[in-house]
């Protein structure tokens, strides 16, 4: 098993929008093998409090030894930030000044082979984030309609050849159980014609990106996720959010630009009719924040990642 390292993105990028203040309680609610985490705690001092959170239960065993000697109090809880007001509840903690979320698989975990995110090499299918979860890909793959496998290659992983693919599934099924990542990639070869090979990524990146989001519940939860942020955050607390692909993305871009927005009426209406709707947040960051090219240089797996903020009023 490898060691559970991890290259926070956008590093200084998140310090800057986030600026936490001596004395401040920080939520990392994907805090991963810790990376962020220990420079948000490294903010927020002596008196102040971090909250790594992780669904993952060898992301929080590597946060806890790269926590050890952090100048603040830490706590570290097991469960998904879809939950994060409930979880912060039963910690008696009911608010806190920042949170911190890094949407998506990390790099941990697509280098852990036998958790079958990965499909440069044969391993179960699998792709659960949390290993407690009762459905696997393997079990999407299997039990799914042919309509409905289109439907999420379509709509998670955004690939033209979803519908070509569902169907090589369905008939490769028909002969046998499809359980490895190795037969999934030799199904989708077989499915994307040659000339669609040779251009792009490999041709097995965006369905598996749609496995992955559909067994994790992905979508679902972030957008969960971000209600439960602005609920726990205190008056002029801020609120970060990373994310690697357009889905996530527009997500929180909608949320945020909902958020942000005052009365919701037409211009053109003599009288409000939205009872006076006030905004929730200030948009911290109008457009997102991209790496750097020095960062890219050092990190390639950067290269999708996109850093949105708010500040809650």
Same mark, same amino acid.
């Given at each position: ?81 879809? /939950?994060?007001?409930? +979880? ?7 608010? @806190? ?56 290659? /379509?709509?998670? *992983? ?5 519908? !070509? ?7 490769? !099924?028909?002969? *046998? ?27 097995? /990146? ?23 942020? +602005?609920? @726990?955050? /205190?008056?002029?607390?801020? +609120? ?6 357009? +889905? ?37 960051? !109008? ?13 390639? !797996? ?12």
């Amino acid at each position: 098993m490898r060691v559970f390292a991890h290259q926070p993105v956008l590093l200084n990028e998140v310090l800057a929008v986030l600026a936490v203040q001596p004395g401040e309680i920080c939520v990392d609610a994907t805090v991963g093998g810790g990376g962020h985490a220990r420079r948000l705690a490294e903010c927020a001092g002596s008196d102040g409090m971090l909250i790594g959170l992780d669904q993952d239960e060898m992301a929080l065993a590597a946060a806890e030894e790269a926590l050890t000697g952090a100048p603040c109090r830490v706590k570290l809880l097991r469960g998904n930030f879809r /939950r994060l007001d409930l +979880l912060l509840s039963l910690a008696e903690i009911p608010q @806190v000044d920042v949170v911190l979320m890094d949407i998506g698989v990390s790099s941990h975990q697509l280098d852990e082979e036998e958790r079958g995110f990965t499909y440069r090499t044969d391993a179960p299918l699998d792709m659960r984030m949390d290993r407690s979860l009762r459905r696997t890909a393997a079990d999407l793959v299997r039990e799914l309609s042919q309509e409905e496998l289109t439907r999420i290659i /379509r709509e998670y *992983g955004e690939e033209r050849w979803a519908a !070509r693919i569902a169907e090589f599934i369905v008939k490769e !099924r028909q002969k *046998g159980s499809i359980t490895t990542t190795g037969q999934l990639v030799q199904i989708i070869k077989a499915a994307v014609p040659a000339g669609a090979r040779r251009e792009g990524p490999h041709p097995a /990146r965006r369905t598996f990106q749609a496995l992955r989001i559909a067994v994790n519940e992905e979508l679902d939860a972030l957008s969960q996720g971000l209600d439960a942020a +602005l609920k @726990v955050l /205190r008056p002029g607390g801020r +609120l970060a959010v990373i994310t690697f692909h357009s +889905l996530e993305d527009r997500i929180v871009k909608e949320r945020f630009r909902d958020w942000a927005r005052d009365c919701t009426c037409p211009k053109e209406w003599p009288v409000c009719q939205c009872g006076g709707k006030e905004s929730k947040v200030e948009l911290i960051t !109008r457009k997102p924040l991209l790496p750097s090219k020095e960062e890219l240089a050092e990190n390639p !797996r950067a290269r999708s990642a996109k850093l949105r903020a708010v500040r809650k009023r």
